[in-house]
């Protein structure tokens, strides 16, 4: 099972990101965990100066910007094959 964390304090751009997390994770039929991020010193850990982040499996993969669903289709199915 995958673990994707929203780093994020909730804003507009955090909950985007969740959302297109949560419709790869069901188009692509697997199992993961999303979870959200809000405490600052938990985000700082992963080195993020600028929300949304988004890590998978503990590999920052974006930061400041929403990713396409595309994006975190192609990263979902990499962090799959080294999982």
């Known amino acids: 099972m995958l673990t994707i964390k929203v780093l994020g304090s909730g804003c507009a751009n955090c909950k985007r990101v969740e959302q297109i997390a949560h419709k790869v994770v069901t188009e692509?039929?697997?199992e993961a965990e999303v979870i959200k991020v809000t405490e600052y010193p938990e985000i700082m850990k992963y080195n993020v100066l600028s929300t949304p982040?988004?890590?998978?499996?503990?590999?920052?993969v974006s930061t400041g910007r929403i990713p396409t669903p595309t994006e975190v289709t192609t990263w979902l199915a990499n962090a799959l094959e080294t999982a």
């Open 53 to 60: 982040g988004l890590v998978i499996n503990e590999k920052l």
């Open 28 to 30: 692509m039929g697997i």
